[in-house]
């Protein structure tokens, strides 16, 4: 998947490059990035939501083989919240402020002709009840500005599976929320993994949320992905030295480094590079500490390693 | 040390937001105390809705406690008027989560960083020009970038910008309410080695700032406080070292806190579900 952007200013960003991703029924595939990444564009582009400016170059997104790009647009609009859902990170903006969030669930339903109106509230009493537990009631017959933050997303999640839908994208969904709520919406995530076979793109760039919640982990960097692979893995021995930049940014208290602050933290030296011209080389070359001759001369390839990773970096192949 | 700012019991209630509902006013501060020493670098942590924001409001004198006191250099803030807090309020800086809200959106970078020294009637447009461009330097960003605009900076510029600005006017305290959250762990990192820096025993006295640090991650916090206070429906919890807070946490609070901001694998069996 190739994707442009025609920003208004003129010009162009290449928002993403040639990114390849495949999953597997019942996955969580994390895929962190920071802004500018195009994780985002990855997610839109998989519903064909970019906006106005944006142009898929090139690509295909190919859902239990049926390529969705090629699809009409009332066909489009099938598959988007009963096969494919999309959640994003305000909730509050996707609901309405008049309406009690019960009945915006069911609205869902009956958009995509699902059952009768006594069939649909019972569908969503029981989601309710999966999410919400003992409070599902109360939730019911609320409004939006009654709930938290956390409940709002709990609804927008809600929405997003009542038509149990095989894939469901979510970007970034913590990041408006403290620390405590966010766990708490990861677990529910794994909880519907596990329960119902969900499939979830969760796109991040928190790395810690991924760990024990991701299957699988893809880093995203410039419009590309740079490593693709085991979430374990990933998080204990990342193989591209942007991956193992990035963590190294985050303290993790553990060890005796709580006590060292006065110490800097590790950083990455340098700014995001500009998209608005292809790059020659490694886009991550500037900013690298393994950087050699070749990366400034070409662009590497996705290396394979071993146990199924893939890394984009010349230390692994080329 | 010396005590510099410090916080006695302050109350602060807010009206319900509830439609139609009967008297339910949220006590967003629920009698806290703290006690600021001169160039100390100290955290406030807590969840949505503990009340830490209120409190740096009340801290930075843009809201004003129903009870309590507010200490700062042997004035009560809350009873002095608005002429003398306009000369306190550029020694207490506060910067926030979205900091582009709080720039004219038709002033350049450079502009941005000048107008605290305009409004002050300090130095002429020469001096302004050449302390800017010694600031932009200190934070790290490129010399050319005064003459871009502010809305055109990326996130991570513009907060900086925004520190930088705070820092012109070498305030004694620096307040930031949830700065570093919205950005990338890569730009957190920079921010926090530019506040780490610019509280170091290295730097002039008169340049280092008491940092006071509101936030619901606990790890970027510890990683740069030296003492951490722990906030939880208005009240304060737990309060201690970081050392003391993150090696033993007695609250149950604290150790939610530091569950949840660190990566713990396996965790997802240990707790019951949502």
Same mark, same amino acid.
């Given at each position: ?10 010009? !162009? ?43 898929? !170059? ?29 959640? %994003? ?41 999966? @999410? ?132 800097? @933290? ?17 886009? %991550? ?34 | ?5 410090? &916080? $006695? ?28 020493? &001169? ?16 409190? /740096? ?29 306009? $000369? ?6 506060? =910067? ?17 960083? *000048? ?9 002429? /447009?020469? *001096? ?42 070498? +305030? ?9 959250? /919205? ?7 920079? #921010? ?14 008169? $340049? ?18 030296? *003492? ?7 009240? #304060? =919890? ?10 033993? +946490? ?23 579900? =949502?």
């Amino acid at each position: 998947m190739s994707v442009r952007y025609r920003p208004p200013g003129g010009g !162009e960003v290449f928002a993403l490059q040639g990114a390849n991703l495949q999953m597997t029924r019942g996955q969580i595939v994390g895929v962190l990035g920071e802004s500018g990444s195009g994780k985002s564009t990855l997610a839109a582009s998989l519903l064909a939501l970019l906006p106005v400016n944006g142009v898929i !170059e090139a690509g295909a997104v190919v859902l239990q083989g049926t390529n969705l790009l090629e699809l009409e647009r009332d066909q489009l609009e099938r598959v988007r919240g009963s096969k494919v859902s999309l959640i %994003f990170q305000e909730p509050g903006v996707a609901l309405h402020p008049m309406m009690r969030v019960g009945e915006q669930i069911e609205e869902v339903l009956r958009a995509h002709g699902g059952e009768g109106k006594e069939g649909r509230r019972a569908s969503v009493r029981g989601l309710l009840d999966l @999410i919400f537990g003992g409070e599902a009631e109360r939730i019911y017959f609320s409004y939006p500005h009654q709930l938290s933050g956390g409940q709002r997303q709990r609804i927008a999640i809600a929405q997003a599976i009542v038509c149990k839908p095989k894939l469901l994208i979510a970007d970034e969904p913590t990041a408006s929320l403290d620390s405590v709520t966010r766990r708490e919406i990861v677990e529910l995530l794994k909880k519907l993994q596990r329960e119902r076979g969900l499939t979830i793109l969760f796109i991040t760039h928190s790395a810690e949320l991924l760990e024990g919640f991701a299957d699988r982990i893809v880093v995203m960097y410039a419009g590309q992905i740079v490593q693709d692979g085991d979430a374990q893995r990933v998080l204990k021995a990342p193989g591209h030295p942007y991956t193992q930049a990035l963590l190294k940014c985050r303290p993790t208290l553990r060890g005796s480094e709580v006590v060292r602050n006065d110490e800097r @933290i590790p950083m990455i030296a340098g700014e995001a590079p500009d998209l608005s011209a292809r790059q020659k080389g490694c886009a %991550f070359e500037p900013r690298c500490a393994d950087r050699m001759k070749i990366c400034s001369e070409r662009a590497p390839e996705i290396y394979e390693i071993e146990n199924g990773g893939k890394v984009r970096c010349f230390k692994f192949g080329g | 040390m010396e005590v510099l700012l410090t &916080a $006695e019991n302050l109350v602060k209630q807010y009206p319900s937001r509830r439609l139609g509902g009967r008297d339910a006013a949220v006590r967003a501060l629920d009698g806290v105390s703290v006690e600021i020493q &001169a160039g100390a670098r100290i955290g406030i942590v807590g969840v949505s809705g503990s009340g830490k924001s209120t409190l /740096a409001l009340c801290l930075a004198c843009v809201e004003k406690p129903d009870s309590g006191a507010i200490r700062f250099l042997n004035r009560d803030l809350t009873q002095v008027d608005e002429s003398e807090l306009r $000369e306190v309020r550029p020694q207490i800086q506060l =910067v926030f989560q979205d900091s582009s809200s709080a720039f004219n959106p038709k002033f350049t970078a450079g502009e941005v960083l *000048e107008e605290p020294w305009m409004l002050q009637r300090t130095w002429n /447009a020469a *001096e302004r020009r050449e302390r800017g461009a010694e600031l932009l330097v200190r934070i790290g960003l490129p010399g050319n970038i005064v003459d871009r605009m502010a809305s055109d900076l990326s996130g991570g510029q513009r907060q900086r910008l925004a520190i930088a600005r705070a820092l012109a006017l070498q +305030p004694k305290v620096l307040i930031l309410d949830e700065a570093l959250s /919205a950005l990338d762990y890569s730009v957190q990192a920079q #921010i926090a080695n530019l506040l780490l820096d610019s509280s170091s025993k290295a730097a002039l006295a008169a $340049e280092r700032p008491a940092i006071v640090l509101i936030s619901h991650d606990l790890v970027m916090t510890a990683r740069i406080s030296e *003492e951490i206070v722990v906030m939880e429906s208005g009240r #304060i =919890v737990e309060r201690g070292s970081t050392e003391k807070i993150v090696r033993a +946490p007695k609250h149950a609070t604290t150790r939610e806190l530091l569950a949840c901001s660190t990566g713990v694998s396996g965790k997802f069996n240990q707790r019951p579900a =949502v």
